[in-house]
């Protein structure tokens, strides 16, 4: 497997972590691609809700006994003063009872230096005084780990690009970094990293492993190379992965229609929403769906790019999964996909979707505007609603999840780890990776008290080793039960940690007076109506590779330019609908079928066969 671009730029998310953003990603899917996620809008956010891999060939029995070692050994770790807290979000019990003596897991029992070098993208929000080596976030960590981080370089954008890459493949790479998937398998390939199954067994800590824990060991997995923990990698959100409809309510109960429960349904509002004038100024001015130019289903669910409605077909474009025998092939070839083509496609003719999503350079401007009816969107759309309900105080929009024809409700999900931190091997004090991860985690969980004197809105990309999401996996899903329950008064206010708290006291104020303060409500709404839908029982898919062959670093571009022409043109008209055969035949005379034996023989090596 051939080097890919390592490291990247940081930003934030909606759930108040650090979001590790690759500058320019591994070409296959998952990456930064056309095809994939796409930028989240500022106003989007709710305020203040702050695998060629020989390590996949661990055998499962072997993974299995590792990871329940590490979960055994779990309560002899300590929280050194930075406690652990539930998956529920209220406050833990101290379990430093039982922590061997000369343990620290936040705290190196001697001052060292450890080098890295990490991207830094122009304009990123630093504290006056305060430099890339110098800032509040090197200081917390130095202050609360005995750890100096030495900076040797930094760049940004494609410097850094064509800078670290030129480092790693020369194996001039530093103590620790943080890296992308591709880079992490060729670093593991190469014989250049520390095995850190040893350090983290006896220093992760008990939050740390509780992370890990709620990916069902997944995460675990995804940083193992043949049978030894290789990196200490990040934690997806799952609940990200879900494509939620947003529908106009009050339109509805105005023409009176009932939720949408089927694509056909979908349809049928927006036809009425374009044809009788729900807005009622007298104009034939509305729309009845939002799109956008990227189509394809990525991971994450992002605004407007009907990834709920291609899941209906139980369609996975862009993404490498199982057929019925069991052979990995990739989702934008199916059947099912030319059927979601087509449907999008008669609604377009119809008039019944944004003539110019196309164009739209924000997609969410129609939604605000008050002219759109419905569009697809994830969990955390609140903010779009709050700033629509602004504009036009009328407006209320509601969630739903569509169905596929069976009734079952269908979820791509989020590769559970696509950053990893990584140790050269031979380093002195590996441990320190883990006393960092520990650390950072308690500080981005907010479980260390002092965390509180730490200004969030300096970009996460500061921190010493890169920025990546440390979170539950199923995190929206555990806040969103433990807001209801201190709602109903079935928990003490009291006994929720700071986030929480916080959540909490936003909703009792918005309970007095409902939607008076849309900044307030905007916080915690995520969290009630769109997390209830996600805990339904759902039909959940993973991509089986996300990472990069050889043939794809030469012909992926390409292959994602056809896929993307195509299906657009299709969906405007300007093709017919069997122009997707052509375009079946066409990807994989391209290249697409080498591409399809190459990802299938690193799934199977992945198993072991």
Known sequence: MRLREPLGEAGADRHGNGRARLVRGGPGPGGNGPLNGRTVPAHARPANVKTKREGYAMKKATTWIAVTALAVLASACGSGGQGAEGGSGQKAADPAAGQPAKIDPFRMPNPIEVTTFKSVSAGAKLTAGDTVENNQYTRYIKDKTNIDFKILWYASGTDYDQKSKLAIASGDI???????????????????????SGVYEKYASPLTKELYASTNNKAIEKATYKGKLMGIPNISVQADAASLLWVRKDW????????????????????????????????????????????????????????????????YPANWIKDGSGKIVYGSLSPETKQALGKLRDMYAAGLIDKEFALRKDGNQPVIAGQAGMFFGPWWSGGVVADTMTNNPKAEFEPYLIPDAKGQYNNLMVPVSNRFIVVKKGMKHPEAAVVYANTFIAAQRKTDPDSAKLDFT??????????????????????????????????????????????????????????????????????????????????????EYTATTKTMERKWANLQKLETETFLKIVMGELPLDAFDKFVADWKSQGGDDITKEVQQEVDKSKGK
């Open 174 to 196: 530093p103590d620790v970094l943080m890296v992308d998937e591709p880079t992490f398998l060729s670093l593991a390939e190469a014989g250049q990293l520390e095995d850190l």
């Open 252 to 315: 509805l109960d105005k023409l009176g229609l009932q939720p949408p429960k089927s694509v056909d349904d979908i349809a049928a509002i927006a036809k009425a929403f374009v044809e009788r004038d729900p807005d009622g100024n007298g104009k034939a001015d509305t729309i009845g769906l939002t799109g956008s130019s990227g189509i394809n289903v990525p991971g994450k669910a992002g605004h407007h790019n009907w990834k709920g409605l291609f899941l209906a077909y139980n369609a």
């Open 458 to 543: 300096v970009s996460a990309e500061y921190w010493p080793i890169g920025n990546a999401t440390y979170d539950y996996a199923d995190a929206v899903e555990r806040k969103s039960e433990t807001l209801k329950k201190a709602m109903n008064g079935e928990i003490k206010p009291e006994s929720l940690n700071p986030e929480m708290k916080a959540l909490y006291d936003n909703a009792m104020i918005d309970k007095a007076k409902p939607k008076a303060d849309l900044k307030v409500w905007r916080t915690f709404y995520g969290y009630t109506a769109p997390a209830e839908l996600l805990k339904r029982k759902m039909n959940q898919v993973y991509s």
